[in-house]
């Protein structure tokens, strides 16, 4: 069993569609929970981060923990064409070493 | 203004060929980390430097190698590349390396071996 496990998708949705993408995980030495944006060709930027179980909210994104399931997501509102790119999920633990999802391509149609 | 920045976006080289692939960086970050990403894949780090200590994954391949000259600049070595090393090479930094430090990635480096 990989260690984050993501859907790669790709996943098509309209304009202004709230979107989930999702992630698990089975290392429960996992603290810090990231969501990267990737741009075609372009290198991972940083969207959020969270520690703990919870919801942290930032414009138009949330990220959402729950580590009794081992369960990441990320929810986008009012979705733009300017979404569309390759959102990978990451996580830390005791180090500085990021374990990254394989990623999902997202693509908002106008 | 570019904080990490990659040299050359595209690079193609041959079979066996050496090539050296360049970043740099104006955060003065004192760590700085090598990933390898292949298509649809989850970049996979390779390396990286806590100023000039070496750290290397244990799976990662010896025909990898990497120099830090200095804080601002850090090289990855394909010492022979083979068909199975064309990837997306991203540099990435980050002030510490406590796992609460944002790591910042560069645009990456785009490998064709032909």
Known sequence: QKE?????????????????????????????????RQYSRKGPELLMYTYSSGNKEDGRFTAQVDKSSKYISL?????????????????????YKLTFGKGTLLTVNP | DAMVIQNPRYQVTQFGKPVTLSCSQTLNHNVMYWYQ?????APKLLFHYYDKDFNNEADT??????????????FLDIRSPGLGDAAMYLCATSRTAFPQETQYFGPGTRLLVL
């Open chain 1, 4 to 36: 984050v496990e993501q859907d790669p998708g790709p996943l098509s949705v309209p304009e202004g569609a709230i979107v989930s993408l999702n992630c698990t995980y089975s290392n429960s030495a996992f603290q810090y929970f990231l969501w990267y």
């Open chain 1, 75 to 95: 929810f986008i509102r009012d979705s733009q064409p300017s979404d569309s790119a390759t959102y990978l999920c990451a996580m830390l633990g005791s180090n």
């Open chain 2, 61 to 74: 391949p010896d025909n990898f190698q990497s120099r830090r000259p200095n804080t601002s600049f850090c």
């Open chain 2, 37 to 41: 990403q292949k298509s649809s894949q």
